[in-house]
């Protein structure tokens, strides 16, 4: 069976875009200096092609002073990966 691993993008900046997830449930895409989230869902396009929704998006080292603990939490895999984030 073949794993078709270009997915479409619904909803966030990228919205109506095609991209490569590698079959992951969590895509994150860097934008502007954010961390844009996309969540794999169980619906699939007209082209057989899977679907992920927008989730929002997050600062690469965690929360934003005054609104939260940057340090309390991680921010994003990718984001920790690329050796952002705080402590866990």
Do not use: C, F, W
Not at 27 to 44: A, F, N, P, S, W
Not at 45 to 70: F, I, M, S, T
Not at 71 to 79: D, K, L, M, N, T
């Amino acid at each position: 069976m073949d794993t078709n691993t270009t997915a479409h993008l619904v909803g966030g900046p990228r919205d109506g875009s095609t991209h490569e997830t590698g079959d992951e449930a969590l895509v994150e895409v860097k934008i502007d200096g954010l961390m844009h989230r996309y969540i794999r869902t169980t619906k699939q396009h007209d082209d057989g092609r899977p679907l992920y929704n927008y989730d929002g998006a997050v600062a690469p080292d965690g929360g934003e002073p005054g609104v939260e603990d940057p340090a309390a939490r991680v921010a994003s895999p990718r984001a920790d990966a690329e050796g952002h984030g705080g402590t866990h």
